[in-house]
């Protein structure tokens, strides 16, 4: 099975761009790379999703390199609201047409005033 | 308002008392999953359904069941609690059905807190 490795936590500035990778080995042709974020006590929440190379949305990019063995999120001028555990998500199939989401340990992220 | 609810949102039983934790999601997701969350460990699938009559177990199914009856409802029961699942359970629910392209965003639920004494 696909599995995800993180750095557990992080500490960053306000105002500084921050950057969590997140390594996945075993991916599978088919697999898509997601991230969520999550606060104390809440469920984890969307942020972005990829294939291969750049994704950029509103709140974030997400870097896959080629070979698609790790993902990169990043975080622009992050502010004290995006302290929280970032989440990298990698489906497995596990055959007959069923599939597995599975979460990692996630990184804990603190932003500093 | 789309959501995923669950209930109860917090519960203290005691070893050996069976309980069911029941998740409903009203956006008419194929796909549906409970995980558990404890500190240090994250996020660990528990169960998932595909679909309608379809589940699978996730990385830690032991001591758990789940049914999958109709779409919209997917319990989470514990036949006979123990002190190793006091957690935190969340239920969630998406769209499109991994492995499929691009995997649809999860939507969650606000959390069971669960306490087995």
């Known amino acids: 099975l696909a599995k995800t490795t993180q750095p557990i936590s992080m500490d960053s500035y306000e105002g500084q761009e921050v950057n969590i990778t997140c390594s996945h080995n075993?991916?599978?042709?088919?697999?898509?790379i997601t991230w969520y974020q999550q606060f104390p006590s809440q469920g984890p929440r969307f942020i972005i999703q990829?294939?291969?190379t750049k994704v950029t949305n509103e709140v974030a990019s997400l870097f896959i390199p080629a070979d698609r063995k790790s993902s990169t999120l990043s975080l622009p001028r992050v502010s004290l609201s995006d302290t929280a555990v970032y989440y990298c998500?990698?489906?497995?199939?596990?055959?007959?047409?069923?599939?597995?989401?599975?979460f990692g340990k996630g990184t804990k992220l603190s932003v500093i005033p | 308002e789309a959501q995923v609810t669950q209930n109860p949102r917090y519960l203290i039983t005691v070893t050996g008392k069976k309980l069911t934790v029941t998740c409903s999601q009203n956006?008419?997701?194929?796909?549906m999953s409970w995980y558990r969350q404890d500190p240090g460990l994250g996020l660990r699938q528990i169960y998932y359904?595909?679909?309608?009559?379809?589940?699978d177990k996730g990385d830690v199914p032991e001591g758990y069941k789940v049914s999958r009856k109709e779409k919209r409802n997917f319990p989470l029961i514990l036949e006979s609690p123990s002190p190793n699942q006091t957690s935190l359970y969340f239920c969630?629910?998406?769209?499109?059905?991994?492995?499929?392209?691009?995997?649809?965003?999860?939507?969650f639920g606000e959390g069971s807190r669960l306490t087995v004494l």
């Open positions: 969630a629910s998406t769209p499109d059905p991994p492995g499929q392209g691009a995997d649809g965003e999860l939507f």
């Open positions: 075993n991916i599978a042709t088919n697999d898509y």
């Open positions: 990829g294939y291969k």
């Open positions: 998500l990698v489906g497995v199939g596990t055959g007959a047409g069923s599939y597995q989401l599975t």
């Open positions: 956006m008419n997701h194929e796909y």
């Open positions: 359904s595909m679909n309608v009559e379809v589940t």
